[in-house]
Each structure stands twice: as C-alpha cells, then as structure tokens.
C-alpha cells in the first residue's frame, strides 16, 4: 500500500496548526484536523496523482479503510478525492466500501461528500442497482444512510425519480432528527430548480417540519 505513506507525508509538510483550531471548532470539536484547506489539499492530490498516478482500484478498500483510521479529518477528505479520481474504474463491488465510509466517522462533511462524489454517480453508473441499495437504505436504521437515500439524486436535475424522491421523504417526514430535516429541505430545494411546481404542490399537500419546508421553498418562495 505505497500510497498512504505518500498521502500521509505530503500532508503532514502542509499541515497549519493555526487553521487546524478553527476548522476543528467549525465542526463543533467532532474530529481532529491538520489544516488544510479544501483548495490546498487538492492540490497536493493533483501533485501526487502527476508525479506517482492514481492508487490501483483495488488497492481502494485497503487504503481508504486506512486513511478513515487517521484521526485528522483531511485524511477522510483524500479518501473520497482519489476515489473519484478513480471513476472510470469503479466496480459493482465498491457500492459496499461507500457505505462503509458513509456510516463510518458519520458527520455531514463526509456523508454529503460521498453521496455527491461517490454514490450518487455510482447509482448512476450502476443503474441496475437502483433503487435496490437506496430502498435497503432508507430502511435501515442509520439515520446517515437515509440522508442518503433522501439527498442521492440531488445533482440528478431532469433524471430524478421523483417517486422515489418523494416516497423517501414521506417515509421520514415525522423524523425529530435535525440531519434527516435538513436533507429533506435540501433535495426539495435541489428539486425545485427543475420542477417547482411539483415541489410546491408537494410541499402543501404533506406535513412537513418546519426547517424542511422552509429550506424546500426558500428558492420558491
């Protein structure tokens, strides 16, 4: 696994003390950072992917198990910057090592970043796949997987399955959890830059809670 040691090296030569406090404060003391900015650690990452290539595609699982073994966050953040690098490659298989990721060190940055730069796309790219692996999502019991289940067709625009969408919501409507709220908010909104009146219509005809209504319209309204 010859690429972690270069990862963790590059990293640590870039590390800032100064902006590790604030990021970690910024996410309210859940995890450690190094302090890099998102910029400067893609950066790194082109540098790397240029002078030793990307990591071979079976190599993933092992190293992005590794990287989300690290205490500093950046290093989760790589973990879904190579693997997208990656995309070309992607196998039936790595839907497995997505969700290892997604209920793994669970906090919004990673979740949401896996959904739009990983799963969602695979979904894409594995269409036979779907909705099987949102349906087993959506059902479980982990409020991060039915995040991602709700918010996995954000980016979908016109190819939404708006069944889907909506069932998915229904289905968490009543939930208490801010992060389940919030998602529901966020994929309406998304969803209305392409159907607002479909959105709309919804919106006033089921019970929402507050913050999801008020994030579904803001851009409506």
């Not at 910024?26 to 890099?36: K, S």
């Not at 995040?147 to 708006?162: C, V």
């Not at 919501?169 to 998602?183: D, G, L």
Request: glycine residues 4%.
């Amino acid at each position: 696994m010859r690429y972690l040691p270069l990862i963790t090296d590059a990293y640590l030569v870039a590390a800032n003390p100064d902006n590790a406090v604030a990021m970690k404060a910024y996410m309210r003391n859940q995890f450690e950072y190094l302090g890099i900015s998102a910029p400067e650690r893609r950066l790194i990452n082109k540098g790397l992917k240029a002078t030793y290539g990307l990591p071979a595609i079976g190599d993933m699982p092992v190293l992005i198990k590794a990287l989300w073994k690290k205490p500093e966050r950046e290093y989760q953040y790589a973990a879904i910057d190579f693997m997208q690098m990656l995309n070309k490659e992607w196998r039936a298989e790595d839907i497995h090592l997505f969700e290892y990721m997604i209920v793994h060190k669970s906090w919004w940055d990673s979740v949401d970043a896996i959904v739009s730069c990983l799963a969602g796309p695979w979904l894409k790219k594995f269409g036979e796949e779907w909705p099987a692996t949102t349906n087993r999502w959506i059902n479980s019991e982990n409020m991060w997987l039915q995040r991602a289940a709700i918010i996995h067709q954000n980016a979908y625009k016109q190819h939404t399955n708006e069944q889907l969408l909506y069932r998915y919501i229904k289905q968490c409507a009543s939930s208490k959890e801010f992060f389940i709220q919030k998602a529901i908010g966020w994929a309406l909104r998304e969803y209305a830059k392409t159907n607002p009146g479909s959105v709309r219509k919804f919106a006033d005809s089921h019970t929402l809670a507050p913050l999801s209504r008020r994030e579904a319209l803001r851009r409506i309204n």
